[in-house]
């Protein structure tokens, strides 16, 4: 799981809204010590959620232009539980570090003086990866980070 989102520097977000509706949207993120990291807005509609729901998931897929198949990029969806990381603790300074490293250091400092940004800790609860046709996963382990093989009923079904 780790060497296929090595290569993203934005996760799509899917969020619920007060109305029991889904929400997609995307954000940069940080991905450490297991966890995922978002710096969003109050103003942007996934922090509304968020605030109101913790439950989210991240979205990671191939790039159309990369895919050998359309109809079997690789992807990984992971369902997380979120919690909002206080700006006076250390962890917040930690990981605001980690994304002046990641990205453009002075958009992350600028981002860091405006106070309606605030920073989220999702934690990966459960999840699947696909990578092609009968290469489908559970994410799991301890750290929830390793692919399982999924168990199938004789795979794909094909017309007579």
Do not use: W
Not at 64 to 77: C, D, G, V, Y
């Amino acid at each position: 799981m780790e060497e296929f989102i090595a290569n993203f520097r934005t996760a799509v977000i899917g969020t619920i809204d007060k109305g029991n509706l889904p929400f997609s949207s995307y954000a940069p993120f940080i991905y450490d010590d297991n966890r995922f990291y978002i710096y969003i807005s109050d103003i942007a509609t996934h922090a509304k959620n968020i605030q109101l729901n913790p439950n989210a998931s991240l979205f990671f897929i191939e790039d159309e232009s990369m895919s050998s198949n359309l109809f079997a990029r690789k992807r990984i969806s992971l369902q997380c539980s979120s919690q909002k990381i206080q700006r006076q603790s250390e962890r917040f300074d930690e990981v605001l570090d980690l994304f002046t490293r990641k990205f453009e250091s002075s958009m992350v400092e600028m981002l860091k003086k405006m106070m309606d940004f605030n920073l989220y800790e999702l934690h990966v609860t459960s999840g699947e990866a696909t990578f092609g046709f009968g290469e489908a996963y559970l994410i799991g382990g301890d750290a929830m980070n390793e692919l399982v093989p999924r168990q199938t009923a004789g795979g794909h079904k094909q017309q007579k």
